[in-house]
């Protein structure tokens, strides 16, 4: 017996669903990539790829996926020995700082909490510790995916001037960009990197940093560099330079749709969007969790993302069994537990192209299968979400 026919839905935070619009705008011709047209589309891009990042500096695409814009970024700024401070708060920092080693850095780890954000204070103290300013740039990422977690930049940013540290402070927005907002110029980023398949509702495949002018100062005396990623390399004026040979130009005509969506919708609606959807799904795991076997991975609220929810499941039932039965029997993939929480969590993702429907059939299916296979839970959970939308989408 199985209720999945019809389009299978991706509940998994990567790529994620692309809209109809996306898909439809790459259903086309290929383009002169030598022609007027094509300098006009990279140019409008760059432009508002800097918008999306809030930031004056300059703005880079890569044929890429989001490993390929970190190592982008570490071979730009970065010299053989240098020391990478990563704040540690799940898995993707952590992977940066284990990219920027493989690459001839040194790497250190600032401990963190898969259940809590990066602790301001602590990075504060540990760059304080830094008389001989031997820290040359600090990892983080805005959203962890595997967590759950949501970093407060703006305040890491703060805790970064406070302490009168050069390092330049790099982050990682694969998992924000174009869902939360994100303030690359004011909370002092230097370095910020994202890429196409999540909030940006486009195929994998295309990488973006953004870099402001001390970054590009940087840049100048890296010995990482190489010609693939090379910022200068970009630069040139024959315009094939921008992406190291051919452009992606189907990928490049998604991407523009993509943008335009957002912006037709607006991103203050679109954060608002994201954020309202969040805590529908929150609201109906913290019912689901009176049955003493889920749990809300992120142990605070506020450090809880708008873009993913990290769902733990207790030791005696098989997250597995879960995810197969909403696949397998109603079409709904949900996202499989990585890192340390592997075999022991499932991730609901509410980011990019996702709307009430999308998110209350998710819940609808996790509950069906809560039911099926008998896992306990509390009753009610997709009606919490349902009346917490009711309360706050006004008409």
Known sequence: MTVRAGREFLAIPGPTTMPDEVLQA??????????????ELSDSLHRDLSKLFATKGQSYIHIANGHGAWEAVLSNVL???DKVLVLE??????????AAGLMGAEVEVLKGDWRRAVR????????????????KAILVAQVDTASGVVNDIEAIGKAVKASGHPALFMVDAVASLGCMPFEMDKWGIDVAMSGSQKGLMTPPGLGFVAANDRAQAVHKTADMRT?????????GSEHYRRYAGTAPVHLLFALRRAIDMLFEEGLDNVFERHRLLGEAVRRAVSVWAEGQVLSLNISEPNERSDTVTTVLVSDDHDPIRLQRYCKKKCGVVLGTGIGDLQGRSFRIAHMGHVNAPMILG?????????N?????HGKGGTEAAIAFLGENVKA
């Not at 259903?27 to 007027?36: A, G, K, Q, T």
């Not at 010609?227 to 630069?235: G, L, N």
């Not at 998710?362 to 809560?370: A, D, S, W």
Request: a negative charge; proline letters at 6%; zero cysteines.
């Open 79 to 81: 010299s053989r020995g």
């Open 120 to 135: 301001p204070d602590d990075v504060e103290a540990r760059l304080r510790r830094d008389k001989n300013h031997e820290i």
């Open 227 to 235: 010609p693939y990623w090379d910022w200068t390399e970009r630069e």
């Open 89 to 98: 708060s799940g898995r993707f920092a952590v992977g940066w700082g284990n």
């Open 362 to 370: 998710t819940l609808g299916v996790i509950e069906v299968g809560l």
């Open 26 to 39: 790459m259903h086309r011709p290929s383009l002169d990539i030598y022609s007027r047209e094509m300098v």
């Open 372 to 376: 099926a296979l008998q896992i306990p």
